[in-house]
């Protein structure tokens, strides 16, 4: 299991990455980037019921932001081996079953979501086009109730990075369920 950070990637670059996706591209983060003025990173898994909370308000996220240059991208990290609930075919299956409009990479290494400090699904990171970490956290402060959500963290920091205004807050903690992480062979 990684070392929990107190230390914010807040104005820090990105963790770059290539990762495969459930539609048989590769992704890499740098040269992706290039093409949005703004990219969601948001780590999340097959079987978490926060992500299946918001899967359809991510994918009306993509739909609204989508002309503005906005792009969403999940990476499920989880170990694989812990079970088949999280392997790159059920990934595939997940994707086509809940119709994401937003590219789905698989982490099978672990390291990008290390690298990002990441420990829960779902926990998103804005990045702006520079590659610049803008936004980490919480999607919005009600996993459970579209309707009643008051805080819409993650719309907000979207919509004030458009408006190249200052994002309020920058880091909320994320809601849902901790990562799963490989277990270290003995040795």
Request: with cysteine; aromatic share 10%.
């Amino acid at each position: 299991m990684p070392e929990e950070s107190n230390v914010s990637l807040i104005g820090a670059y990105a963790p770059d990455f290539e990762l495969p996706g459930v539609d048989g591209e590769v992704y890499h983060l740098t040269r992706y980037r290039e093409q949005f003025r703004a990219l969601v990173v948001i780590f999340m898994g097959n079987e978490c019921p926060t992500v299946a909370q918001y899967i359809d308000r991510l994918k009306a996220m993509q739909t609204d932001f989508k002309e503005e240059g906005v792009s969403l991208i999940g990476i499920n990290a989880n170990a694989a081996q812990e079970g088949l609930k999280d392997s790159f075919e059920q990934m595939k299956r997940f994707a086509q079953a809940m119709e994401l409009n937003f590219p789905y990479l698989r982490d099978p290494s672990q390291d990008v979501a290390r690298g990002f400090g990441a420990t829960m699904t779902p926990e998103v990171y804005l990045i702006n086009q520079a590659g610049v970490i803008c936004y980490h956290g919480a999607i919005d402060d009600q996993p459970q109730a579209a309707d009643a959500v008051s805080q819409p963290y993650l719309r907000r920091s979207i919509q004030a990075l458009l408006a190249g205004e200052a994002i309020n807050p920058t880091d909320t903690a994320p809601q849902g369920t901790a990562l799963t992480w490989r277990k270290t062979p003995v040795g």
